[in-house]
């Protein structure tokens, strides 16, 4: 997760990648949340391919239309979009990603409850 993209804290146990913004009043996070860890793998390497593998950041744009093409949440619709939430409001360990992510930087995927 990076600060000002976005992630997940959906209900259900889940792999996700995010991407995040915080500051004293929260995060917004964009993420891409997925049941099985082959097609978060898969979503992953998309993102990799495309930005990270050269040490880019990925476009929230981008990450964005693979957010819709390959998340399971409803918020995959919205890009991945979760929008501004406090600190408490999210599941751990998404919300352990979500406000220790740098601005802008998308994380590993990571398991969540």
């Known amino acids: 997760m990076g600060k000002d993209a976005k992630s997940a804290g959906g209900k ?19 993420h891409i949340l997925c049941e099985k860890q082959g097609k978060i793998n898969e979503a992953y390497k998309k993102l990799q391919d495309g930005w990270l593998d ?25 890009g991945g979009d979760l929008g501004w ?17 740098p601005v802008g930087v998308t994380s590993a995927p990571f398991k969540s409850t």
Do not use: H, I, L, W
């Open 54 to 78: 050269s040490g880019d950041k990925v476009p929230p744009a981008e990450f964005a239309k693979v957010a819709a093409e390959y998340s399971e949440c409803p918020s995959g619709k919205k």
């Open 85 to 101: 939430f406090p600190r408490g409001k999210m599941a751990g360990p998404f919300q352990e990603v979500a406000f220790n992510t």
């Open 12 to 30: 259900g146990k889940g792999k996700q990648a995010a991407t995040a913004a915080a500051d004293d009043g929260g995060s917004k996070a964009r």
